[in-house]
């Protein structure tokens, strides 16, 4: 059996319960298109990207996921929807 409780306050709901709130959070990197010249074009980029390629096998999965993209789910009631509404970055 699935048990719904609110992340913030820890209160017990249930599947259908009126007072229940999903918060979904989409976290991700912002991105300026890339601006590039004819010497960049020209540029031998090997060395460059042998270094990042090292750089990712050594690195944590999650550390680099948390850099780019991340989403999160939480269960919260209706208190603390009010609350989250009111003050959404804290």
């Known amino acids: 059996m699935i048990r719904y409780r609110c992340d913030k306050c820890g209160c017990d709901m249930t599947a259908n ?3 229940r709130f ?18 960049d074009l020209a540029k031998d980029h090997t060395e460059e990207i042998n270094r990042l390629l090292e750089q990712l096998a050594h690195a944590d999965p999650d550390e680099i996921e948390d850099q780019t993209y991340r989403t999160l789910r939480f269960d ?3 208190e603390c929807q009010r609350r989250l509404l009111e003050r959404p970055l804290g």
């Open 22 to 39: 999903i918060v979904k959070l989409e976290i991700y990197a912002a991105a300026a298109p890339i601006e590039f010249n004819e010497n």
């Open 76 to 78: 919260l009631c209706r």
């Open 17 to 19: 319960d009126p007072r």
